[in-house]
């Protein structure tokens, strides 16, 4: 091992404009899949944020009992989804209103008559916002006699969990195509630098390595030009975000271990490009 990374550095050494062509193609190969990765994550980040929001409303008869909302309360909270329940009152929906849609204050009369009914906001756990989980929760408070309407959304909750399914699954078609393009890209460049030192491979077999002896210095190699190509991607892919953060609009940037899953792709596709590069060469020698 220390013979390959010997000559891995003694090849960059010897031709360091090549290597950096290698590793330039390969890091404007994964700068794609890195963005893509980018949109990726804001658009999850997204959907999680309009999740959140997903809760149970069951709106309650006028003279509904105390001793009944107390009940009502604890067999909700006690259920395993459920994370917690609140009581929201007449007067407080009625403020509620007020505040948050001033512009239909009129329908709200002058405050001397409520029209609204009091509620109980049942509010669900992270990981259990589910389709079926909302609806099985919603069952649950439309059983009581005392709840005269549950709300949900349920269109806006089925559209919701459809954009999802959908999102998650353009998501591994497109990286995945993503991904096999910036492979052949990579694959080409090295097998580029590979083809520049076909004498040097050749002379090798001559006097005798074996097809693992030559071939441990250019997967070295391949590493190197991927990683550098990985870092490369990253540091165009994070330009990228300033931008488009300070000119067009707000985004979140992609967690710790995706921008080091690019590195470690890069160096992935540099290793497993240098190897099948240098396969198809040794076969031709």
Do not use: C
């Not at 590979?194 to 997967?219: C, H, K, Q, S, T």
């Amino acid at each position: 091992m220390r013979h390959a990374l010997r000559e891995a550095i003694a090849a960059v050494r010897r031709a360091p404009v090549l290597t950096g062509l290698s590793a330039a193609m390969v890091g404007l190969a994964l700068t794609v899949v890195a963005l893509f990765a980018l949109a990726a994550f804001n658009l999850r980040v997204s959907l999680q944020a309009v999740e959140e929001r997903i809760e149970v409303v069951a709106y309650l008869q006028d003279g509904t009992r105390p001793q009944e909302i107390a009940i009502a309360r604890q067999v909700l909270a006690g259920l395993p989804e459920v994370a917690e329940v609140l009581y929201i009152g007449k007067d407080e929906a009625l403020a509620r209103a007020h505040r948050d849609l001033p512009e239909l204050g009129e329908l709200f009369g002058d405050g001397t008559v409520n029209p609204l009914p009091a509620s109980l906001e049942v509010r669900l756990r992270d990981g259990f916002r589910s389709e079926e989980t909302v609806a099985q929760v919603a069952a649950v408070a439309d059983d009581y006699p005392f709840v005269e309407d549950v709300a949900y959304g349920r269109e806006w909750v089925d559209k919701l969990f459809t954009l999802r399914r959908v999102a998650a699954f353009s998501t591994a078609v497109l990286g995945g195509a993503f991904a096999a393009v910036a492979a052949l890209i990579i694959g080409t460049a090295l097998r580029i630098a590979i083809f520049a030192r076909r004498d040097e491979i050749y002379i090798m077999r001559l006097v005798g390595a074996r097809n693992g002896f030559i071939r441990r210095p250019f997967l070295v190699e391949g590493g190197m030009a991927g990683m550098v190509g990985g870092a490369f991607a990253l540091l165009l892919t994070w330009g990228t975000y300033r931008v488009v953060e300070a000119f067009l609009f707000q985004l979140s940037w992609m967690p710790a271990s995706w921008a080091a899953a690019v590195v470690a792709a890069g160096a992935t596709f540099g290793v497993l490009s240098s190897a099948v590069a240098v396969w198809r060469y040794l076969r031709e020698v």
